[in-house]
C-alpha cells in the first residue's frame, strides 16, 4: 500500500512543481503541454517509486518532456530544490 501511496503522491508533486516552474518562470504551457506534464509524471512515478531523492531528476525528465529552456532549468530546479527533501 505504501508504494502505491508513494506513487500518487509523487506524480502529483512532479505535475505541480513543473506547472509552479513554469509560471514562476513565466514558460507558457499550452493545453497539450500540461497533459505531456500529467502523463510524463505518471509515468515516471510508477518507475521510480522506490527510489528515494529521485524527484528532482524526475522534474527534469518531466520538463524535458515539455521543452522547458535549458537555460532556466537550473533555476527551476533551485526553487525545488529547498523544499524537495522533506517532501
Same mark, same amino acid.
Given at each position: 500500500? =505504501? +508504494? $502505491?501511496? &508513494?506513487?500518487? =503522491? $509523487? ?13 514562476? @518562470? =513565466? ?7 500540461? @497533459?505531456?506534464?500529467?502523463? $510524463?509524471?505518471?509515468? +515516471?512515478?510508477? =518507475?521510480? +517509486?522506490?527510489? #528515494? !531523492?529521485? !524527484?528532482?531528476?524526475? @522534474? ?6 515539455? &521543452?522547458? #529552456? ?5 533555476? !527551476? ?8 527533501? #522533506?517532501?
Amino acid at each position: 500500500v =505504501g +508504494a $502505491t501511496i &508513494n506513487m500518487d =503522491g $509523487t506524480s502529483l508533486y512532479q505535475a505541480v512543481a513543473a506547472v509552479f516552474i513554469a509560471q514562476a @518562470l =513565466g514558460f507558457e504551457l499550452s493545453f497539450v503541454d500540461q @497533459l505531456m506534464i500529467v502523463l $510524463t509524471a505518471l509515468l +515516471a512515478s510508477i =518507475g521510480s +517509486a522506490a527510489v #528515494p !531523492g529521485a !524527484g528532482m531528476v524526475m @522534474l527534469v525528465i518531466v520538463l524535458e518532456a515539455v &521543452n522547458f #529552456p535549458a537555460d532556466k532549468l537550473a533555476i !527551476g530546479l533551485a526553487l525545488i530544490f529547498a523544499v524537495d527533501r #522533506p517532501l
